[in-house]
């Protein structure tokens, strides 16, 4: 039986595939994913995945930049919404996790190590991580200056914890296949405020 499938336009039927790279690579890790798999879950040929990205490793770039592309969007809003830069970390602190929640197969596909056997993706990857760092850093900055945590702080510690606490949530709830990550991460990141040394008369919450 001959395989159709609604026609796209380039830049459509890439992140069709990106998306079912993901999905699949979620479900058995992205060693066993083939695109042969991947042409199946979307509904075309093997012909039409290689007539978008010329080999596999190419689709996992994509999906990296896809990850990255959309995560920092939702940073970006979130950290935008802050009434100060503590506000706007606690809004990408729980942006983030909400952004893992909507995408539950991105932790396998992360820690699978896959991706970072190929020295683009992994350059991609620590890029993407120096950029996110450098934004908390900022934000830790601007907090310090205005008195709200400890005046001795290291920015950039501070900021590569934060973020290592985020990887650390989601590595943890992943592993023991837990579904409560907003509350567990509710938890950690009140630990870290005080950890910087931010005291405020009440509880900082979501709008």
């Known amino acids: 039986m ?3 499938k609604q026609r796209l336009n380039s830049e459509d039927r890439q992140e069709e595939i990106i998306r079912a790279a993901i999905d699949l690579a979620g479900d058995r890790g992205p060693d066993e994913v083939t695109t042969q798999d991947m042409a199946r879950a979307i509904g075309v040929t093997q012909g039409a995945i290689f007539r978008h990205f010329p080999n596999k490793d190419m689709i996992w770039m994509g999906v ?29 602190f729980y942006a983030h996790l909400g ?6 197969a991105l932790p396998r596909l992360l820690l699978s190590g896959h991706l970072l056997r190929n020295p683009k993706v992994r350059l991609l990857i620590q890029e993407t991580l120096r950029a996110y760092e450098e934004k908390l850093r ?18 950039a510690h501070a900021a590569s914890a934060l973020l290592s606490l985020i990887q650390g949530l989601v590595a943890r709830i992943y592993l023991l296949d837990q579904k409560r990550l907003a509350e567990e991460g509710g938890r950690a990141f009140s630990i870290y405020l005080r950890g910087i040394g931010y005291s405020a008369p009440e509880k900082n919450g979501q709008d």
């Open 2 to 4: 001959s395989v159709t």
């Open 64 to 92: 990296v930049h896809w990850v990255r592309g959309r995560l920092m969007t939702v940073v970006d809003a979130a950290a935008g919404q802050g009434k100060d830069p503590i506000d706007s970390l606690q809004r990408i």
């Open 99 to 104: 952004f893992v929640e909507k995408h539950p």
């Open 138 to 155: 900022d934000l830790l900055a601007q907090a310090k200056a205005e008195q709200l945590i400890t005046a001795d702080l290291q920015e």
